[in-house]
Every structure is written in C-alpha cells, then in structure tokens.
C-alpha cells in the first residue's frame, strides 16, 4: 500500500514538473493572410513563431512525404527540430529524394510502396530549409522547413493561415516562402484574444 502511494505520489510530481515553466497557461491563435505579390496563388507560404521559450520535442510518428504523379506531396511541409520525414513512392516508376542543403544527404532511388526516412536533427538557425530533389525527375521540387518550434501554419491558395494554441506571450512571426520575402512582425498572444497578422511578400 505504501509503496503504491509511493508510485503516486511520484506520477503527480512529473505532472506538475510537466506543467510548470514559461510556456504554462492557455494562450490563443494567430491568422491572418499572406499575399504573394507577383503570384497567382498564395499558396505554400510557412508562418512560423521565430522562438518559443522552452524546447519541444518532435511528433512520435514520422511526418509523411508522399511521390505522387512525380511531384512531392505536400509541396511544403514545416516541422520540428528532431522530427523524422518518411518519404513514399505512389509512383509506378522509381523516384530519388536528395538534398544539397546544410548537412547534404541523398536517401537513394526506391521503387513503388516503399519508403525512405531521414532524421532532421539540427537546425543551428531556424528556418532550416532543404529543397527535396528527384535525380530522375529534375522538375520535381518540394521543401523541409525546420523549425524551433510547433507553432507554424502554411497558407492555403487564398494565403490564409491559422496558428492555433499558442502559448500566452510575445513573439516574432515569420514567413518563409519559396519566392518571397517579408519582414518578421511583433504579435501578442493573450487568453481570450485570438491575434490578427497579414503579410505582403516581395521580392
Ligand atoms: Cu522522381
């Protein structure tokens, strides 16, 4: 009996410890909008909080890259630090994935319903992007953006996002995009008061 009170007593400890520290408290969401300027779609674009206190631990199942009428889907796909990709082939023929950027990798050409994983495991400073390339099919292009944290969105064709439970505080939101650049902008995110940020990419 004492000891099962031992066990716990022990298990409302690490929740307390899991709930204490900077990121406690509910918060709230941010959207807005993301206009490319120049571009028929505003599609693709990462909004992203620069830097969240604490660190924060990548998803348990891998994200999911599919190869699908030779392109890569989704086109963009924002994700943790430590975070590992699985890459599939839906494709009938044999694809490649490589990447020239940062640490360099190429994970070798596979056939039809088989899969490849790579481990994204630093990022000295976010965003950490890697265009994804296909050697057999050079018009195939999809992009990694690492992050320091979850609280990102990508823009639908209309260029809306929405960050949802975000942590009460003040933050810089981000945008990356593939063909666009904007300054970083100061939002507050506070209980009850869901934040509003647009953007306008140039060049
Ligand atoms: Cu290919």
Redesign the pocket.
């Known amino acids: 009996m004492a000891r099962h009170s031992l066990s716990f007593g022990s298990i409302i400890v690490a929740l307390l410890v899991a709930h204490s520290g900077p990121l406690d408290g509910a918060g709230s969401s941010i959207s807005g909008t993301v206009k490319v300027t120049g571009s028929a779609s505003n599609a693709d674009a990462v909004v992203y909080v620069q830097q969240a206190p604490d660190t924060f631990a990548p998803l348990a199942t891998p994200a999911e890259v599919d ?1 699908l009428g ?1 392109q890569f889907i989704p086109h963009v796909l924002p994700i943790v630090v430590g975070t590992t990709v699985r890459f599939l082939n839906s494709d009938p023929t044999r ?2 994935v490589f990447s020239p950027d940062h640490e360099k990798y190429n994970l070798g050409t596979w056939p039809h319903g088989k899969t490849r994983d790579h481990t994204f495991g630093t990022c000295a400073k976010a965003p950490c992007v890697y265009v994804q390339l ?1 050697l ?2 050079p018009e ?1 292009e999809a992009y990694v953006v690492v992050l320091q944290n979850p609280f990102f969105a990508v823009t639908n064709t209309a260029g809306r996002f929405e960050i949802t439970n975000v942590p009460r505080g003040t933050y810089s939101l981000a945008v990356w995009h593939a063909k666009g650049k904007a300054q970083p902008k100061p939002v507050t995110v506070d209980t009850g008061k869901p934040a509003v940020v647009d953007f306008v990419l140039g060049r």
């Open positions: 190869q030779k694809h490649n296909c057999i099919h195939m």
